[in-house]
């Protein structure tokens, strides 16, 4: 069930020499019924320099300009896993902005999404005219000292009961999971939606191991496409970092 990352056989004017660079691997998503690699990119924040911006022609944002190292290279990394992904699927690279809910805003022939925790990033995209919406996220598992109030955030009555019962998992690992899925959700629908909503909108109905697949269920309204007691399902994956990944389009 842990996901392969398919080594990059890099070209020589890869990545490789920007600073920070740690590697760089394609990942196929368990999207039912559609093929799609996330591009993952491993990094070292502590290593990273501004200057990778000019030499991958990632354009750098006043906000970003004054951030810390670490949001720095997250955001590049995030943007040059997005440039890979839509070099993929043959379009030139561009940029990819901020939209006004500080989503990444992508060439409008593709529906593009991006993540980072600590030392990876990844993005992944698919046709616009496939889905009306993509999301993935990258979690941790939820550290120890974090587990009470990421269950009060995320969680409840009925998802810890089913969550405890998965004896297959860590159960850090499969609550960094639920967490993960519904954030994937939320990047996917955010722009249908048009306003940030409660982790509460979207309960964990049933959790599919073999499958790679959790299947949810909204529990408000939250748009004309997403009424109450719609059901979805969320992909999943295990990296072999020990972080998980989920995907979600529509
Ligand atoms: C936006 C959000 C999902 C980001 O998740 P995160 O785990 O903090 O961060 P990630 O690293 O996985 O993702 C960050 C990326 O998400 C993207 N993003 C930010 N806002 C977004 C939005 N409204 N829609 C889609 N993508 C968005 C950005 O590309 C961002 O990276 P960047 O700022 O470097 O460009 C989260 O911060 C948030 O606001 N959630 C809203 C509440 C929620 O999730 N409710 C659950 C409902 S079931």
Do not use: N
């Not at 990059?8 to 600073?19: D, F, M």
């Not at 949001?71 to 997005?82: C, I, K, P, V, W």
């Amino acid at each position: 069930m842990l996901a392969v990352e398919t080594e990059w056989k890099a070209a020589s004017a890869g990545p490789q020499a920007l600073p920070g660079f740690c590697g760089h691997s394609r990942l196929r998503l368990p999207l039912a019924g559609r093929a799609c690699d996330a591009q993952l990119l491993r990094y070292d924040a502590a290593g990273f320099h501004v200057s990778a911006f000019a030499a991958a022609g990632i354009a750098m944002p006043a906000t970003i300009e004054r951030s810390v190292q670490k949001r720095q290279a997250e955001f590049f990394f995030g943007r040059l896993a997005a440039a890979l992904a839509i070099q993929e699927h043959g379009h030139a690279a561009g940029q990819v902005t901020i939209g006004a809910m500080r989503e990444p805003v992508f060439p409008a022939a593709l529906a593009g999404t991006i993540t980072h925790t600590g030392s990876v990033a990844a993005a992944a995209v698919l046709p616009a005219y496939y889905c009306q919406g993509f999301g993935i996220d990258i979690e941790q598992p939820i550290a120890a000292s974090s587990i009470d109030s990421v269950e009060q955030l995320v969680l409840d009555r009925f998802e810890r009961i089913l969550l405890q019962g998965l004896a297959q998992l860590p159960y850090p690992t499969a609550l960094a999971l639920v967490f993960s899925a519904k954030e994937s959700f939320y990047k996917a629908v955010a722009r249908a939606v048009g306003r940030i909503f409660d982790f509460s909108a979207l309960r964990l109905e049933a959790f599919d191991l073999t499958a790679q697949r959790m299947r949810f269920v909204t529990q408000e309204a939250l748009c004309a496409d997403w009424p109450s007691g719609r059901r979805c399902e969320v992909a999943f994956c295990l990296l072999a970092g020990g972080e998980v990944l989920t995907a979600f389009s529509w």
